[in-house]
């Protein structure tokens, strides 16, 4: 297995974003983006989900971890997530952080608050 | 029928590729079994992680090796 180059036998940690078109939908965005560049976990498409294209449900299905963030109370993340089966995810929601939409403008100061949220879900 | 089994070549993907073949031959159908290790091509099937296998761009399982029980089911 030494010079195996792929990702078998790991199970990878997952985090999908609403990506919504208000504030918090960019605020959950940048995050779910910068926590990927960081290599906690790596961002996956909600839209593959929501399209129900097969590779991608049963890529998450593998997942060992999937997070979801939503921006807002409508919780589409994770309501994406629950119309295709899954359950037992976590959940990041912007408006508990204090996040309300129309009035969280994105800045660093935000995405570090649903980073530092997000994190706490991320073990091992 | 058209099965494509992916992953780069590890033992785990050799294993997932054994069993297919397996599975075809005991179903004693006619399927092209393809092996897919270009990551570009995997990642086009939305397949984060290998070994993976679609059945007729269907994709059945990822992150593991089916078994030649799971294959079979597939197939019927």
């Known amino acids: 297995m030494s010079n195996c180059s792929c990702s078998c036998g ?18 959950s965005d940048r995050a779910a983006r910068e926590l990927s560049r960081q290599g ?16 991608m449900l049963k890529s998450a299905e593998a997942a060992d971890l999937l997070i979801a963030i939503d921006g807002c109370p409508l919780g589409c993340a994770s309501k994406t997530l629950e119309e295709a089966g899954f359950s037992g995810f976590e959940q990041v929601e912007l408006h508990t952080l204090g996040l309300k939409k129309g009035e ?11 980073i530092e949220e997000a994190t706490k879900h991320i073990t091992g | ?15 997932a590729e054994k069993n297919v073949k397996e599975a ?5 159908i006619e399927a092209e079994v393809i092996k897919v290790s270009d990551f ?20 059945k399982v990822v992150g ?11 197939l019927k």
């Open chain 1, 10 to 27: 790991t199970a990878p940690k997952y985090v999908v974003s609403c990506s919504g078109a208000a504030d918090v939908g960019e605020v």
């Open chain 1, 40 to 55: 906690k976990v790596k961002m996956f498409c909600l839209a593959g989900i929501g399209g129900r294209i097969s590779g």
């Open chain 1, 104 to 114: 969280s403008p994105v800045s660093q100061e935000h995405i570090n608050i649903v």
């Open chain 2, 1 to 15: 029928m058209k099965i494509q089994v992916m992953g780069p070549g590890c033992p785990k993907c050799a294993e």
């Open chain 2, 24 to 28: 075809v031959a005991e179903a004693g």
């Open chain 2, 40 to 59: 570009q091509e995997i990642a086009s099937f939305g397949v984060f992680s290998t070994p993976a296998v679609a059945i007729d761009g269907e994709v």
């Open chain 2, 64 to 74: 593991k090796a089916p078994s030649k029980k799971d294959v079979l089911k597939w």
